[in-house]
């Protein structure tokens, strides 16, 4: 393992992380499948997509320095490798296109329609 990238397992049901805390690294899920919610206005959590594993998630906070913007549950037994902002830095010096792909997918997630559309339900 490199350092600053752990791995972490997660039971179905698990959180792997809360809408509203503090967040400064990104998940890689390497397997198994998670459930991505927002609260709507009620404070309730609405679904708002799914991920398997090869999909990243958490990259929001990361790049901005702002608070989790979604929770996410482990919707069967998954793995994730968790990569911290220092880590992440440094691979994208060594590789840019690392960080443009990640700016890419910040910017399409990052208040979505799904995600808009959820929180004023």
């Known amino acids: 393992m490199i350092r600053g990238l752990w791995l ?14 503090a967040g400064d690294s990104l998940f890689i899920l390497t397997t ?15 679904e708002v997509r799914r991920m398997e594993d090869g999909e990243f998630f958490g990259e929001i906070s990361l790049l901005s320095g702002k ?18 902002r220092a880590t992440l ?8 296109r690392v960080r443009t792909i990640v700016q890419e997918f910040y910017e399409r997630r990052s208040g979505s329609e799904l995600e808009r559309e959820a929180r004023s339900n």
Do not use: W, Y
């Open 8 to 21: 972490r397992s997660f039971a179905p049901g698990a959180i792997v992380m809360t809408e509203g805390e």
């Open 32 to 46: 198994g499948a998670v459930r991505i919610f927002v609260k709507n206005q009620e404070g309730r959590n609405v």
């Open 67 to 84: 608070a989790r913007t979604a929770t996410i549950t482990a919707s069967s037994s998954c793995e994730v490798l968790e990569l911290d």
């Open 89 to 96: 830095d440094d691979i994208a010096r060594r590789h840019p």
